[in-house]
């Protein structure tokens, strides 16, 4: 038998009545009473007596590798939690959570997890998927749906080889009922005249003078067909008419900002990407500029309607849902792995 090594402190007690030895050889000394609240599988296997010849505390040969095991007893005893930086280490400490059934350990992870999601949203999505933590799935999601090439990373990760089909259908799903929904947003002006804001239509009043106008810089309203001709909306209409029987129409430079922003918008549905449009495309204030009425508001109008149009696109996502199929087949073979 190979030599073996004590871990560190805290599990270097000598008054330890149980040692957890590793695959590498580094012996765990820790408590009964501890071990057993913590895995109702292992407190069954220690209700079995030791043979009556060996002295000393007994010996648990297990599978896991030391900085795997340290990083589990961190997590479910009264001691400082450890760093989790890789998502290699994310996955052993859940693999050898779920086969001692260490619920504890399990929660614990949800911070670690969440600091590495950022850099790792498709491994850890996948991992997620992998052991059934539907809050994490679901973080890892709403990363995801920014990407519409997430399924098709540079190289494959090694959780790829677990993960069912169904668990990036449901993200592709997800995604598209994301655009779907803010296109809906988008595509619905009659809040940009007559929702509660300081650009709100005011009432058919005639033709209105921009600069006289409080609505949006960009917009004219009036009955004067004629008077319309170097307008256009973003529909295939030219013009049309408001149920007031007013015409609403706007300026092209707008149409054409429009048409980019929903372009955007349906690669990357989020309050993120209105939000940052302005300052990655400042082209719309040159086409502004076109307009020598349009200018003087041009950026505060277009500042303010991002605004508005980000908080709804934000309230619409928060409302969309990704369907996590978990099931007892993917359960089952998630546990086989892990054995």
Known sequence: MAESCSART??????????????DGVDFRLYKVIVSKLSPMLRD?????PPPDVEGPPIVDVTEDARTLEHVFRLCCPVKHPDITTVEEVYAVLQAARKYDMSAVTANMRSPIKQLLP????RIYAIAYIFGMEDVARDAAVLLRDDPRFHIPTSPPPEFALLPAAALYAVHIYRKKCVDAVLRVFDDTDWVLNDNHKRAFPGPVGVFNV???????WVSLGNDVEAHAAWCTIGDMQLRFLPTGSLYCTRRWWCDYMRALRYALFYRPSGSTIRAYLAEHVDVLRNAASCARCMPRAYADISLFNMLLAAKVDQVLAEVKIDLPFSQAECAAGQAECT
Do not use: G, K, Q
């Open 10 to 23: 805290p599990f270097d007690d000598e008054d330890a009545d149980i040692i957890f030895r590793s695959s």
């Open 45 to 49: 296997m220690l209700a079995v007596p």
């Open 119 to 122: 850099r790792e949203p498709l």
């Open 211 to 217: 600069e006289d106008s409080p609505t949006w810089v």
